[in-house]
């Protein structure tokens, strides 16, 4: 069966520090993948979504960027945090094709300071 | 490109009575419309879920219907209980097969 690895669970960063949450995907071959960013009591925002190796698009221009190295992997990143990049960040993955689930990861909470 | 709209935000209703949330989509040649279920704290997840080729679908006492007509679908919680409060997304799949969610409704059952 598949299934989403995403982590830490928790982060508490100083503004100006890098970031970097990883994101791995078992059971599955070349799966869509997602970054979502959730602010409290707020809708998902798309911020990245992945195709394939190297294959990254970017939904929300901003100091984060993506990156997938390997086929089940994506990672997020950013050189410098800002304050308002705090919030609950999420991981995701779907067959290619059409109609098909969305399954997420258990979540990232950033704490930006 | 695909829109999605929901409402309302907030849902507030008495233990045992049932609980609707609407929401509506922009792109025509949508045709798969998940619904997921996020608890406080945690990842959504999915709960049920239609294709454009059926009008309605049932698990015990969730249901979700769509009318592609008007490009709206719906999510009925029947005899709702204490275990349902939680926050509700809509989505609807776009042309790249990519889902586009909804704001979310967040539901709150009272004792």
């Known amino acids: 069966s598949q299934t989403i690895h995403q982590w830490p669970a928790t982060l508490v960063q100083p503004v100006g520090s890098p970031l970097s949450l990883e994101c791995t995907v078992e059971g599955t071959s070349n799966p869509n993948l997602y970054w979502y960013r959730q602010a409290a009591g707020r809708g998902l925002q798309l911020l990245f979504y992945?195709?394939?190796?190297?294959?990254i698009s970017s939904e929300v221009p901003q100091n984060l960027s993506a990156s997938r190295p390997q086929d089940r992997q994506f990672i997020l990143s950013s050189k410098k945090l800002l304050l308002s990049d705090s919030g609950f960040y999420l991981c995701?993955?779907?067959?290619?094709?059409?109609?098909?689930?969305?399954?997420f990861g258990q979540g990232t909470r950033l704490t930006v300071v | 490109g695909e829109n999605v709209e929901q409402h309302p935000s907030t849902l507030s209703v008495q233990e045992g009575d049932s609980a609707v949330i609407k929401c509506t989509y922009s792109d025509s040649a949508s045709n798969y419309f998940p619904w997921y279920k996020q608890e406080l704290g945690k990842r959504p997840q999915l709960i049920i879920d239609?294709?454009?080729n059926v009008g309605e679908k049932k698990d015990q006492r969730i249901a979700v219907t769509l009318n592609k007509t008007a490009k709206h679908f719906s999510l009925h919680i029947t005899e709702t209980q204490p275990e349902d409060s939680a926050v509700y997304f809509c989505?609807?799949?776009?042309?790249?097969?990519?889902?586009?969610w909804g704001a979310g409704t967040k539901l709150i059952i009272k004792p």
């Open positions: 239609i294709r454009s």
């Open positions: 992945s195709v394939g190796i190297g294959q």
């Open positions: 995701a993955w779907s067959e290619v094709g059409l109609n098909t689930e969305a399954f």
């Open positions: 989505a609807a799949d776009d042309s790249n097969y990519q889902l586009i």
